[in-house]
């Protein structure tokens, strides 16, 4: 007599019904991942394999010797991210912090130039009085869309001491005018700051500006802290993520502050990073002026791209509401324009942050970080490691640094604009 039926119970009946999907959606996904295989393959050794390798190397004294024989290299272990942050690589002009605070400040410096010409240029070129919108716009891509190869090395040119460019447009406009513009500029070799008075107030402003900035950062966090809560009063849950975010800033920024006061009133401030980080930084030389002119001719066409798309998206009902209400062109800017062009220019901004941090070509082509280091940023003193110290460990360890360093500002980034945040929420 055949035995009955075991009855399947809820849990098993869950199990069966979710191996089932599984293999069902597995089938249905045989086609794409045919596809998706060859490509996710290419990217595991060109991409991935190099990555891990990178990580592997950046705890050995990893040399040019070692290239043929990988096992004789020594572990060293965080020796290479000691060195690379306590300046104990033996190259020459190298130091971690001012060429991170200068790195900081070039990247700021041109995304406060390349958003706000971009979108000024994209709102005169979507006013319907101006005669040849069409064709502006595609003039003013050509900066964009050139070789950078092409552009870095016509600008060099261009600021050459001896038959550059832009002085022999100061000649030709002193023999027409008769002014008196210099025109034997050392635009790309000269050491000392352009102004003697940008020395004297990079060692009084820096630190002021790090203690004031720091300690209004701190009360500032520190009140939206407070104002918000640690808890949601609805829910009663713990809101980790700015208590994380708020507490954290508000602690690191004030004590950045009280330490950098300290080390002013006892007369010295040699001891703190956040001077040092800076101080190259707020006296540059005179080629940062020239890569500065150049990179911003290179990035305000992106975001006019950008900012013209999103202006062209806003119904012209909003205005002629606005109008109607008595709203000044000003208000209007601020009220319906800057709203609703934020979420497209959010996430370009973030873009042109990465592309302007990690910028090799303009520096590498046209002052290849001189004179004397000192318009390297951090990807091209990186190159250097390589191509010219062969320190192969170390620029790995470098390398990590950099990229963690990148990290952090893109969440900062993202959490001040939240950028990934749902526009409507």
Not at 108 to 122: D, P, R, T, Y
Not at 334 to 345: C, F
């Amino acid at each position: 007599m055949a035995s009955a039926r075991q009855p399947v119970s809820g849990s098993e009946l869950n199990d069966i019904n979710l191996r089932s999907s599984f293999r069902a959606g597995l089938r249905a996904s045989g086609i794409p991942w045919l596809f998706i295989v060859p490509s996710l393959l290419v990217m595991l050794f060109i991409t991935f394999y190099p990555q891990v390798y990178q990580v592997v190397i950046s705890f050995y004294n990893f040399t040019a010797e070692n290239l043929t024989n990988p096992g004789a290299a020594p572990l060293v272990g965080l020796k290479n991210y000691q060195d690379v942050l306590v300046d104990g690589l033996n190259v020459p002009n190298y130091s971690f912090f001012p060429l991170l605070g200068f790195n900081i400040m070039w990247t700021v410096v041109n995304l406060v130039f390349h958003v706000s010409l971009g979108v000024i240029i994209a709102l005169v070129l979507n006013l319907k009085e101006v005669w040849g919108r069409r064709f502006y716009r595609t003039l003013f891509l050509i900066p964009w869309g050139m070789p950078v190869l092409i552009t870095g090395l016509i600008w060099n040119n261009m600021w050459q001491k001896n038959s550059g460019g832009v002085n022999l447009l100061a000649t030709s406009v002193n023999d027409r005018l008769g002014t008196s513009l210099p025109t034997n500029t050392d635009w790309l070799g000269q050491i000392d700051p352009p102004l003697s008075i940008l020395t004297w107030l990079n060692g009084l402003f820096v630190p002021l500006l790090i203690i004031v900035g720091c300690g209004a950062l701190a009360v500032w966090m520190g009140r939206v802290l407070l104002r918000d809560g640690i808890s949601d009063p609805q829910t009663g849950k713990w809101k980790a993520d700015r208590v994380v975010w708020n507490g954290g800033i508000t602690v690191l920024a004030g004590l950045a502050a009280i330490f950098t006061l300290l080390d002013v009133l006892q007369g010295s401030t040699s001891s703190s990073i956040l001077v040092e980080m800076f101080q190259r930084a707020g006296a540059p030389v005179l080629a940062f002026y020239a890569l500065l002119i150049t990179n911003i001719w290179l990035g305000w066409p992106f975001m006019m791209v950008v900012a013209t798309g999103a202006l062209q998206s806003i119904p012209p009902d909003l205005y002629e509401a606005a109008d109607v209400d008595g709203a000044s062109k000003w208000e209007q800017f601020w009220s319906i324009t800057v709203p609703l062009i934020r979420p497209a220019m959010v996430p370009a901004i973030m873009l042109g942050t990465i592309w302007t941090f990690n910028l090799f070509n303009v520096i590498f082509f046209i002052t290849a970080g001189g004179p004397r280091n000192q318009t390297d940023l951090l990807i091209t003193q990186a190159y250097k490691l390589i191509g010219q110290e062969q320190l192969y460990g170390a620029a790995s360890a470098f390398s990590i640094i950099v990229f963690f360093v990148l990290l952090i500002i893109t969440l900062i980034n993202n959490r001040v604009t939240r950028a990934t945040e749902r526009y409507d929420a």
